[in-house]
């Protein structure tokens, strides 16, 4: 178990990587172009994903339940960006997260979750005007 997730890792890298180059472009007009990133950041983490799943010899670590909260978490995160729209999905997710994982008290979670998510909106919706997935709700 403890190379298998790497491994979807460096795959999910070497994706993103190919998605830059040949879908956004890594080069464009003597400039970087939408997948400059992407690339960069797709083939580092493949290459240092491949170097754990190579390096890690320990066979002693087990699968527990606890290890699929976070997966699960981050399913229901991209199903209520549906629903309720990118920034108040985070916001939720946030919350949700502190309160049931970390065993922060529900006042610091909502008082985080609320502003990292205040934050989030100011910055990228207000004052760089990038657009975000809108929910059913409209949010």
Known sequence: MSRIIPLIVAIIGTYCAYQGWFQYGFWVNKGPGGGFLPVIIGVLCALLCIYEAIKNTDTSVRFE????FPIIATILLFFAINIVGMIAALGLFMI?????????TIYRSATLGICTTGVIYIVFKLFLHVPFPVGYLGI
């Open 65 to 68: 339940r606890k290890h699929l």
């Open 96 to 104: 949700a997260w502190l309160f049931f994982l970390e065993k922060f």
